[in-house]
Structures are given as structure tokens and as C-alpha cells.
């Protein structure tokens, strides 16, 4: 039986990578009726908090918080993954089995190299995915070619100016209940492992400070901001806030 297709389909390095970035995003589109699934590259074994057996669980329930209809992780090694072969062709894998109209990816520079990386393999991988020559099985069967329509990269830890802003005015609350499953991670002074860059407090407020600038630049309380590769085509004026 095929998979689920879906609409939007969102890649992270990093399991908490999209919470941060575009959970108010994907829980806005959830909540129009469209179907929206997560691909984690790395179960973000490298990092200084947690276990990925923890980090596991912390993003099965970010998932059911968010009523994602997909989660699933590609088991790349975190730290070490690279832009090849084989890792492309675990992420064509992935998008052809969901045939996602729709992808999300990693910010194309930031702070952790990974993220980075990441939106390079996944275009990449974007690209390779509809070529009837490359090909990739499911469950020992060949896939069919599939390319979604676009590829939209969301900012996270540096400041990117973003290409579009989408309003998550109404869904801020439920974001920051994915991101607080992922304990942790983030800040909680009774967490006796050590500090990290993202488990300050100060981190939670830039994230907070990030959506309230995006907001503000489109007359919303709350923004994502996301870059493009192409120009971004509308039908209707109406469209644009």
C-alpha cells in the first residue's frame, strides 16, 4: 500500500530543528486540513544534553503535540553527515515515498555547520528526485520519480532577511509546546547537565524576540520567516498580507 502522501513535508538535522524554526507554520497548515509530516536527518546523538534514546521520545511527543501525520528519522550521523551519494539517496527515499508537494529545509548558513549541510543535501536531494534514472526502492520495490513544486528554507540561530513571513500569530502557544518537549534541550534550571548555547534562557527569548520582528514586518503579533531559491509566484494579490 503507498504511503501517505503529503502536502508539506519538513527535513531538520537535528530532531527540535523545526520546532524552533517552523512549528507555528506547520501547525497553521495543519490546522487548514493539509496533511504535514518531519524527516530528521540525525537523532542528534552529538549532542551535550540528553540521550537519543530521550531525544527519541521528545520528538515522538512534539509530533502527537503538533498532529504531525509523519515523523521519521534517516539515522544520518549527526556531526558527520555529508552531501553524498548515499545520504541523497536516503532523503529521495523519503520524499518519493511521501510525494510531498511542499518541502522544508534547514537554513542554507548558520551557526551549527550541520544546518547548512543539511539545506544543501536536501535541494540536492530535491533535484535528484525526479530523475527517472535515479533509482530508489521501498520495501524492495521501485520508487517513482517525484519532485515536489518548491523548497523553502526556514532561518534559524544567525539572522537571514527572509524572502516571505508567515503569520503564526494564532498558533505561537502550540509552538512553543513542541519546542518545550524537547526538555532536555532547553532551558530548565533543574537540569544538572551542563550549560549549552541553546538550553540558556537568554536562547528561548531570542527565538521569542526573532517571531516577534518577523511579526511586526508584516503587521502580525508573531512571524517565521523562510528564504527561497526562486521567485515566488502569486495568482492573486489577495494572497499577500
Keep these: 500500500m503507498p504511503a501517505l502522501k503529503l502536502d508539506i513535508l519538513a527535513f531538520a538535522a537535528h530532531p527540535d530543528d523545526t520546532e524552533l524554526s517552523c512549528s507555528g507554520t506547520l501547525a497553521a497548515h495543519i490546522a487548514l486540513g493539509l496533511q504535514v509530516g518531519v524527516i530528521d536527518l540525525t537523532r542528534g546523538e552529538l549532542g551535550t544534553r540528553g ?31 555529508k552531501d553524498d551519494k548515499t545520504s541523497r539517496l536516503k532523503v529521495v527515499q523519503a520524499i518519493r515515498k511521501y510525494r510531498p508537494d511542499i518541502i522544508i529545509a534547514n537554513a542554507v548558513d548558520d551557526r551549527h555547520p550541520d544546518h547548512g549541510r543539511a539545506a544543501h543535501l536536501i535541494k540536492n536531494a530535491w533535484f535528484l528526485s525526479g530523475l527517472a534514472k535515479v533509482v530508489t526502492l521501498d520495501d524492495g520495490s521501485n520508487q517513482n520519480p517525484w519532485r515536489p513544486s518548491v523548497v523553502y528554507h526556514y532561518i534559524q540561530s544567525w539572522y537571514i532577511q ?13 509552538k512553543m509546546g513542541a519546542i518545550a518537549k524537547f526538555k532536555s534541550q532547553f532551558f530548565d ?20 524576540a526573532r517571531a516577534v520582528e518577523f511579526g511586526q514586518s508584516i503587521g502580525t503579533r508573531y512571524g517565521e520567516g523562510f528564504t527561497v531559491s526562486r521567485n515566488i509566484g502569486v495568482k492573486n494579490l489577495k494572497d499577500l498580507l
Design 51 to 81: 540521550t537519543p534514546e530521550i531525544r527519541d521520545n521528545e520528538a515522538k511527543a512534539s509530533a502527537a503535540h503538533l498532529g504531525l501525520a509523519v515523523r521519521e528519522n534517516l539515522e544520518l550521523p549527526d556531526g558527520f553527515f
Design 162 to 174: 527572509p524572502d516571505f513571513v508567515v503569520d503564526v500569530s494564532d498558533f505561537w502557544e502550540k
Design 189 to 208: 534550571p533543574e537540569n544538572p547537565e551542563p550549560d549549552t548555547y541553546i538550553s540558556s534562557k537568554g536562547f528561548l527569548q531570542m527565538i521569542e
